[in-house]
């Protein structure tokens, strides 16, 4: 399922063709086997209300969770460049020496986080996570040289904004990993079948209904689809754009 999430279009396209086979299914199988009568027509409406209007407040609920997601990840990447920044500030306190070599290296981290928010090839944010992994060891080692040789507030200000920046990257990547469940999607994609199969075991058979029975798996399709964009950071086209990230990276380069 995560690979579908990655890929909203695909998504839409996959379920808009299981969807559409459920109304057939409704059509031509469930109407065969038991056709509705009209004095059970209050009865069905009945059904069919209930099934539509719990799939519409589990769409509503998950939108909710994807689009608190995206709030999520957009606020930790601004605490993200905020830790940088603060930090690229307190490195004034070391010696000269130090301070060089720390500014320089947040630098190199701040663009290395930079691309890495914006690149979608696996392969390259692999390779780019070791790159990270590395260039973090080196400014914590930084850092704790700075608390070793000055073991004063001063000291203790630069290795806790260090830790800051640290800490908030593996915020950011946590956040990026926080899904909507699989038991939600499953749930809402069942509930959705069950809701065309019964849109089509309950038309008439007229050409301008047929028409209709088409808007639904489109509606539902659409909206699972922008709930898979929302939710999806690294794939879609609603994405968190790292503009703190590159408005602090212009700063820092001046």
């Known amino acids: 399922m995560a690979a579908f999430v990655d890929h909203p279009a695909i998504l839409f396209l996959v379920l808009f063709v299981l969807f559409i086979a459920a109304v057939a299914f409704g059509v031509f199988v469930l109407r ?9 027509r209050d009865d069905f409406s009945a059904v069919q209300g209930a099934t539509l209007t719990l799939l519409a407040l589990l769409i509503g609920f998950s939108i909710s969770m994807a689009v608190n997601r995206y709030d999520q990840r957009k606020v930790l990447e601004e605490a993200e460049a905020n830790a940088i ?9 070391t010696e000269p ?7 320089a290296a947040l630098l190199q981290y701040t663009r290395l986080r930079l691309t890495e928010f914006r690149t979608r090839d696996h392969a390259e944010r692999k390779q780019l996570d070791g790159e990270l992994a590395a260039l973090q060891s080196r400014l914590w080692l930084q850092a704790t ?6 073991p004063t507030p001063i000291g203790a200000l630069v290795v806790a904004g260090m830790n800051d920046v640290l800490n908030s990257q593996d915020y950011s990547e946590a956040a990026r990993i926080n899904h909507i469940p699989l038991g939600a999607w499953v749930l809402m994609i ?3 079948v069950f809701g065309c199969a019964v849109q089509g075991y309950g038309a008439k058979g007229k050409r301008r209904t047929a028409l209709l029975m088409t808007i639904l798996p489109v509606t539902i399709s659409l909206s699972l689809a922008l709930i898979a964009d929302i939710d999806s950071p690294r794939g879609g086209i609603i994405r968190v754009q790292p503009q703190n990230l590159a408005r602090l990276l212009q700063s820092l380069e001046k």
């Open 32 to 40: 065969r086997l038991s056709p509705l009568h009209e004095d059970e």
């Open 145 to 150: 040289h700075v608390g070793k040789n000055q």
């Open 97 to 103: 020496g130090v301070r060089d070599e720390m500014k």
């Open 85 to 93: 920044g603060t930090e690229f500030a307190r490195a004034d306190l």
């Open 190 to 192: 069942v509930i959705a």
